[in-house]
């Protein structure tokens, strides 16, 4: 790693530290990780090992490969190491692109139930490609960094009512995932809260995306990519004395809250009230399931009253499915045959198809084949989904509930409601749940040896010297996933 930058740290306060802009850079610039309760500490480490195994996934996926081969012959310069490519590598902002495209490769990664975004694919890939150019990072300050972006991405979402987000057609995560993969790059240039302020402001006015990226496109697996390189280039900048938006948050006049939020009352005191009360490190969600978040809680429905009734497809009438107005603009679009990867994992009647059929919706469930089969589209074509608008009332937290009823040729009806999908709410995934889910990801794309040891260094990372000693095991080839 080469030493490219000092840290900019002269302990200059935030412009206005009353406001929730200076106040969130403050709490950056004076955190440490002695400040950070220990559960918290923990669960990053366990959050960053699912977002590796995700990423080891994703890496050799044929859309992965496509972007790479792409990015490289674009941007062939460079020292920052691809994830799983045989020393492959490339600039620092290709490599966060790209990483976190491997992570979001397969929707297996995280994602923040009530402000959507995926937080490894834009923290980690941040991480590693500032760790490339700035020298010697220890473990610790590597560990720092990702709470810090854990911690400010959903707030900044939070402010934009999150799931609102998606029923307006932002895709939510590249618009306020800037932020994180900012924080946590800024971390490890060492920034102080006038730093952070630039850096909060220069992410802020590269943010963006579309949620119909979810539909035929390869673009949904490289949106938070986009951010990763944009908050990476915005804390770098910020380094270097390059001056951001002052206040972006608040600013009534093209400002970051009032643009994004337009017509939609966004709420700043979501930024920073809760800081360093409040872990939203701890609210990140761990997919059990290979499918976008809002569908989970209709699989876990579907995976319920297959155990519990004697099920065929073919004794199968109707199938209905209730969700609130988020999940129905992001999953109830009606399918239509033949239907891509990306499409299946977006869309509620596949996910359930799948879970009754399968008894599962993990890999398996998202190839060509699997997908453009014809037991599942017999049950797609019976699927209704339908928006709830009394689910748009409940509590922030219940908003992800879902309503499955099956209506069976003998014209019995069978249904089960599900508010807290497993992996949130009060069904977490646990941290031993979460080794076992990196374990099962990984067996079959890299060898038993490396797999412990990346295991091994993840989980003790605040015990490492140089972060190195991670980026060394990530870089040889990964096999991939699909055969």
Same mark, same amino acid.
Request: hydrophobic share 35%; proline share 4%.
């Given at each position: 790693m080469s030493a490219s930058h000092r840290p900019r740290n002269t302990g200059a306060p935030a412009s206005d530290p009353t406001g929730p802009t200076g106040r969130l850079a403050s709490w950056l610039a004076d955190?440490?990780?002695?400040?950070?309760?220990?559960?918290?500490?923990e669960r990053a480490k366990h959050l960053l090992l699912d977002g590796v195994g995700c990423a080891l996934v994703g890496a050799q996926l044929p859309v992965s490969r496509t972007g790479v081969e792409a990015v490289t012959a674009l941007d062939d310069a460079g020292s920052a190491m691809i994830i799983g490519w045989d020393g492959r590598t490339t600039s620092a902002p290709s490599a966060a692109m790209l990483n976190s495209s491997f992570i979001q490769g397969f929707e297996l990664d995280d994602y923040h139930p009530l402000a959507p975004l995926h937080s490894n694919s834009l923290v980690l890939p941040a991480l590693l490609a500032a760790a490339s150019r700035i020298g010697t990072v220890s473990g610790s300050r590597f560990l720092l960094g990702a709470i810090l972006g854990y911690e400010t991405g959903p707030r900044v979402g939070l402010a934009l009512h999150g799931l609102e987000m998606l029923s307006r057609g932002w895709h939510s995560g590249p618009v306020f995932g800037t932020h994180a993969a900012a924080a946590a790059a800024g971390a490890l240039y060492g920034l102080d809260a006038a730093g952070f302020e630039d850096a909060l402001g220069i992410a802020g006015t590269q943010s963006g995306g579309l949620m119909a990226a979810q539909f035929e496109s390869m673009v949904k697996r490289m949106q938070h990519g986009f951010a990763a390189r944009n908050g990476l280039t915005a804390a770098a900048l910020a380094a270097s004395g390059y001056v951001g938006i002052k206040r972006v948050f608040e600013r009534e006049y093209g400002g970051f809250l009032a643009t994004f939020g337009e017509g939609h009352s966004p709420d700043a005191r979501q930024i920073a009230?809760?800081?360093?009360?409040?872990? @939203?490190?701890? +609210? &990140?969600? *761990?997919?059990?399931? =290979?499918a976008m978040g809002g569908l989970h809680a209709a699989i876990d429905a579907a995976l319920k009253?297959?155990?519990?009734?004697?099920?065929?497809?073919?004794?199968? @009438?109707?199938? +209905? &499915?209730? *969700?609130?107005?988020? =999940?129905?603009?992001?999953g109830g679009w009606q399918a239509v045959r033949p239907?891509?990867?990306?499409?299946?994992?977006m869309n509620l009647a596949y996910a359930v198809a799948a879970a009754l059929i399968d008894g599962a919706v993990l890999i398996d469930q998202f190839t060509d084949e699997r997908i453009n089969r014809d037991d599942v589209w017999y049950l797609i074509?019976?699927?209704?989904?339908?928006?709830?608008?009394a689910y748009d009332q409940l509590p922030h937290d219940e908003?992800?509930?879902?309503?499955?009823?099956?209506?069976?040729?003998?014209?019995?009806?069978?249904?089960?409601?599900?508010?807290?999908?497993?992996?949130?709410?009060?069904?977490?995934?646990?941290?031993?749940?979460?080794?076992?889910?990196?374990?099962?990801?990984?067996?079959?794309?890299i060898t038993p040896d490396r797999q412990a040891a990346i295991e091994h260094a993840v989980l003790g990372l605040d015990g490492l010297e140089d972060i190195t000693a991670l980026a060394d095991l990530l870089s040889p080839a990964a096999r991939p996933a699909l055969g």
């Open positions: 955190t440490t990780l002695d400040d950070i309760p220990a559960s918290v500490r009230d809760t800081l360093g009360s409040v872990w @939203e490190t701890e +609210r &990140i969600a *761990v997919k059990a399931y =290979a009253l297959r155990r519990d009734l004697p099920l065929s497809v073919e004794n199968i @009438e109707h199938i +209905r &499915i209730d *969700v609130a107005e988020a =999940a129905f603009h992001h239907l891509e990867p990306i499409g299946a994992q074509d019976r699927t209704e989904s339908r928006h709830e608008a908003r992800l509930t879902t309503r499955l009823r099956l209506t069976l040729k003998d014209g019995s009806r069978h249904e089960t409601l599900v508010t807290h999908p497993r992996g949130t709410g009060d069904r977490p995934l646990s941290n031993t749940d979460i080794v076992a889910k990196y374990r099962d990801l990984t067996h079959a794309v």
